[in-house]
Nanobody, 121 residues
Framework: VQLQASGGGLVQAGGSLRLSCAASGRTFSTDYVGWFRQAPGKEREFVAVCIWNGVGEYYSNSVKGRFTISRDNAKNTVYLQMNSLKPEDTAVYYC???????????????WGQGTQVTVSS
């Protein structure tokens, strides 16, 4: 399976961006799809996760209420709508799939290449 993340860019604080994660090679099937981010000099951290074929989503405390994860089954794509962006949201954002409902980076099997999000103050 290949994951392609896109939609990153430069935005001012308070602005919005929508990231996309498109899967090819196979469908997401029964996977969980998560978004993660990694800022320079920091470890990769969990942002949000959803169930591909069900109802359920979970967010990190740092993005809860500002970010929304959603999916389009027909397009085999998962989105991350990011509103009220802050400079501390600046990072490379990655999408990933796994077979376990978890926030742990190591439990995800397939990763996209990442897309840069930069929020200026």
């Amino acid at each position: 399976v290949q994951l392609q993340a896109s939609g990153g860019g430069l935005v001012q604080a308070g602005g919005s961006l929508r990231l996309s994660c498109a899967a090819s090679g196979r469908t997401f099937s029964t996977d969980y799809v998560g978004w993660f981010r990694q800022a320079p000099g920091k470890e990769r951290e969990f942002v949000a996760v959803c169930i591909w074929n069900g109802v359920g989503e979970y967010y990190s405390n740092s993005v809860k209420g500002r970010f929304t994860i959603s999916r389009d089954n027909a397009k085999n794509t998962v989105y991350l709508q990011m509103n009220s962006l802050k400079p501390e949201d600046t990072a490379v954002y990655y999408c990933a799939t796994g077979r376990v409902w978890t926030t742990a980076v190591a439990r995800y099997d397939y990763w996209g290449q990442g897309t840069q999000v930069t929020v200026s103050s």
